[in-house]
């Protein structure tokens, strides 16, 4: 029985670098258990460094990031693969299970099986330079979701492909939230992936939160060609046009 | 130590490096000039050399004279065969060798009358003749492979020793009292007696004794430039002259060119050398005679240096155009 | 293209090359009359390597047996010292530029004084060839480990891997292309460090090295041998060399891009 999806929270959450830049500037958020919530907005508003502060890669300079449970059921997928170019696909995707030590045989089954939900069977035994760019990023979410996270973190996955394959990757992401079932955080550029994908929408500028958005097309109605779904697309569109202007100002 | 550093350094670039400042066909007017290569580093064994150089003797002789020390893996025969040197220190079977492989040598002046080659041991070591010393299994530092090592292993067999390459250092025969490496009787036993280390010495001269130290130059220069050489061999033979007269005199200058032997050192072995230098049968310095080149010249067919039936040793002998008043040469059999 | 078609345009040119030198060496040579004991021709060169084939045979596995064992040697103690520098970086800081400057030591300046410390013969080759081929592998392995993606190495962090463990599984493999360049570097000038611990201690005799016999055939005024025995010094290098990019390449074709696109093309 996998325990229910924690609430991710982060409260008043600075992280100033050296120098004095503020990239992140007392961020509150509460993600709820389960839900799907997309960052958007211009570079440099500081959302890849609150994905980091979410997964641990950084700490905050003031305030507390807490994803409600241990460190280990909580995953990232980053902006670029990041395969081990000397490992088989199987072996790469089982990477973070042999870091905590699960023997060879559990781990390969559990590896195999991801492959297999993401439609990757066939590629298991290849090296990562003999897949195309969009098949590697796919391997690299295969590994994200081998640990069975509860908490799922997805820096820009999609930033490095082409528009089809990025629509492709995009109902693969779905197919593994609804899977998983995990509390999911995704931070992206492309405001239709954004609404496409996420319960909610928040607009980032400036390392604050400064919009915060409910999606109001209901999920299995979302269309990228229908007009309720463009309109969505629209005003978050202007949202973050507010927040650059802002930003610029 | 420096000086073993400072030899391996000129033995990798082999480069043969100038004593005074280059004069390299910048000879003064009227001067001829005259390129000699040492087969060491400056010491006592070229003292007829500095001393006619220090006290001008080239100079009058119309030579303008540029001293270049060498090393012991300073190819000095073949410099001065290619005319790249136009005197050369060598060993007699240097010059044979050569001459037999093509090379146009002649000696005209011999600096030792005896062999002062020698190996030098620690005198705690029981070995005190050459049998004993080639029929042992001691480790020897010596030339590689040299025609004296051929004659004793022709002689005594030799097989259960060690022989490695002699650098010239001292530091490996300090360290170990079994040590034995090969020497030059006026330099290593000197430098050990100077640092309180008592040593034994075997010359090696009962088995082999060519001229160990020649001057020689190429044929074409001898026969195209005759007063020139003789010019030289006479102001180099005074140079020895007064050398001996007073060693103290000329060795400051020696020392200061070689700052790893001590001017006490050199004074020693100007005193140990002298009775090799200087003729037992009263004929001048540098004098040589055929017979001791032609038995040389069996010697070396005899450990298969060079074949047999050849002649190298046929006019490897210079006679000076106005006779033998120089003192550099004598016909007496 | 066909792989055979290829491979004998590889081995072709440079035979080719070499060829053309030999023969323009000895026409040069016969035409200018230049004296044998200055630069003695090609031929005179194979038929002194001819008659002193058992003698050269011998000096030439016993220099082959120095400088592979200081290169076995060497490449132990360079990936095992160039590892834990890699890993602690209070070390990497400290002794990484130390061990730069002891690469210039010349390591014929210092072979006088090895021999002080081992003894004469195949130990001193040895010494010799490993200090001058361990620099090398010693460098190579640090900059590999010191230059692992940081991606990587941040995706062991998010795993929450120790620093032992990253080091097995990433910052080891990723560096092996690295250290295979530093070892076939380092096998080469094994054979010249042990020429060069030859020339100050390799036992003369029956028992020569190469090194010995450059020496003798120097004194003997014997330059085809010299030359004879420097080319089979160098067949001893290429030998060591060769064999030492064999085996790099089998331990990183599996992942070398090279070797994978390679693969890839002929699928």
């Known amino acids: ?249 | 130590m420096w000086r073993c550093v400072r030899l391996a350094v000129a033995a990798f670039l082999c480069v043969p490096s100038s004593c005074t400042e280059s004069k390299d066909g910048a000879a003064p007017a009227g001067r001829t000039a005259v390129r000699v290569q040492l087969n060491w580093v400056p010491e006592p064994e070229f003292g007829g050399i500095f001393a006619a150089q220090q006290d001008g003797l080239y100079s009058l002789a119309g030579l303008d004279v540029d001293i270049r020390k060498g090393g012991s893996q300073v190819p000095v025969a073949q410099l001065v065969a290619s005319g790249q040197a136009d005197f050369g220190v060598m060993t007699a079977e240097d010059v044979l060798t050569l001459r037999d492989r093509g090379g146009e040598l002649v000696a005209v002046f011999a600096i030792f009358q005896e062999n002062p080659t020698g190996f030098l041991l620690h005198e705690s070591n029981p070995i005190t003749t050459l049998e004993q010393l080639w029929t042992s299994s001691s480790t020897v530092a010596v030339d590689a492979n040299p025609p004296f090592v051929r004659l004793l292993n022709l002689q005594f067999g030799g097989k259960d020793l060690k022989l490695v390459p002699y650098t010239g250092a001292l530091a490996g025969f300090l360290a170990s009292k079994d040590a034995v490496q090969q020497c030059f009787i006026t330099a290593e036993p000197v430098e050990c007696r100077l640092r309180g280390v008592p040593t034994r010495v075997l010359s090696i001269a009962p088995v082999f004794n060519p001229y160990a130290a020649v001057l020689a130059t190429r044929a074409s220069t001898a026969s195209a430039n005759p007063a020139m050489v003789e010019s030289f061999v006479r102001a180099t033979s005074e140079g020895w002259r007064r050398y001996f007269a007073d060693p103290a005199k000329y060795n400051p200058a020696i020392a200061a060119l070689n700052p790893s032997m001590s001017i006490e050192a050199m004074n020693m072995a100007a005193e140990l050398e002298r009775p090799l230098i200087v003729p037992a049968d009263g004929s001048a310095i540098g004098s040589m005679r055929p017979a001791r080149w032609q038995q040389l010249e069996r010697e070396l067919v005899q450990v298969g240096t060079i074949a047999a039936g050849r002649t190298p040793s046929a006019g490897a002998l210079w006679t000076p155009p106005s006779g033998s008043n120089s003192g550099a040469t004598s016909t007496k059999p | ?267």
């Open chain 1, 1 to 249: 029985m996998i325990p229910a999806p924690p609430t991710l929270r982060f409260d008043c959450v600075a992280r100033e670098f050296p120098g004095g830049v503020r990239a992140v500037d007392g961020v509150t958020l509460s993600l709820s258990p389960g839900s799907f919530t997309a960052v958007i907005g211009p570079s440099g508003c500081g959302k890849t460094t609150l994905i980091r502060l979410a997964a641990g890669l950084d700490v905050p300079t003031a305030g507390r990031v807490d994803a409600g449970t241990t460190k280990r059921s909580c995953s990232l997928c980053f902006q670029d693969p990041r395969l081990l170019p000397w490992r088989r696909v199987v072996d790469n995707v089982a990477l973070p299970l042999e870091l905590v030590g699960v023997p060879r045989a559990r781990r390969h089954a559990s590896a195999l099986e991801v492959l297999q939900a993401a439609g990757l069977a066939h590629a298991s035994r290849m090296l990562p330079a003999q897949l195309s760019g969009g098949m590697r990023m796919r391997v690299a979410l295969a590994r994200a979701l081998v640990t069975q996270p509860q908490v799922l973190l997805l820096d820009e996955p999609c930033s490095a492909v082409d528009e089809f394959t990025r629509m492709q990757l995009d109902a693969e992401i779905l197919r593994a939230w609804r899977a998983c079932g995990a509390t999911t955080m995704l931070v992206t550029h492309s405001v239709s992936e954004a609404v496409w994908l996420a319960d909610r929408v928040v607009v980032m500028a400036h390392g604050r939160v400064h919009a915060d958005h409910t999606v109001r097309v209901d999920r299995a109605s979302r269309d990228r060609s229908d007009s309720a779904f463009l309109g969505e697309v629209e005003h978050c569109m202007r949202l973050l046009a507010a927040a650059s202007g802002k930003a610029a100002a």
């Open chain 3, 1 to 267: 293209m066909s792989a055979r078609a290829a491979a004998v345009r590889a081995v072709g040119w440079p035979l080719l090359g070499v060829a053309i030198v030999l023969v323009a060496w000895q026409f040069g040579v016969m035409l200018s009359g230049v004296a044998p004991y200055l630069l003695p021709s090609p031929a005179a060169i194979a038929r002194a390597m001819w008659e002193g084939r058992d003698m050269l045979a011998s000096a030439m596995a016993r220099t082959a047996l120095g400088a592979a064992i200081g290169f076995a040697c060497a490449a132990a103690a360079g990936g095992l010292l160039g590892s834990v520098i890699a890993l602690i970086p209070f070390l990497r800081r400290s002794l990484y530029p130390l061990a730069t400057v002891l690469q210039m030591v010349p390591v014929v300046a210092v072979a006088p004084l090895l021999q002080l410390w081992v003894d004469n013969g195949l130990p001193m080759a040895i010494l010799s060839a490993a200090i001058v081929a361990l620099f090398p592998v010693l460098a190579a392995t640090i900059d590999g480990q010191a230059s692992v993606d940081p991606g990587l190495r941040e995706l062991f962090k998010l795993h929450g891997a120790t620093r032992l463990r990253r080091w097995w599984k990433l910052d080891l493999p990723w560096s092996l292309p690295a250290t295979a360049t530093g070892l076939r570097i380092a096998a080469g000038l094994a054979v010249i460090g042990a020429v060069v611990g030859e020339f100050v201690s390799g036992y003369g005799g029956t028992r020569a090295p190469l090194g010995i016999v450059i020496q003798a055939a120097m004194r003997d005024a014997r330059t085809d041998l010299v030359f004879a025995a420097v080319a089979l010094t160098t067949v001893v290098g290429f030998a060591l060399f060769g064999a030492v990019s064999l085996v790099g390449w089998l331990l990183v074709r599996r992942w070398h891009a090279s070797a994978v696109n390679d693969s890839e093309e002929r699928r």
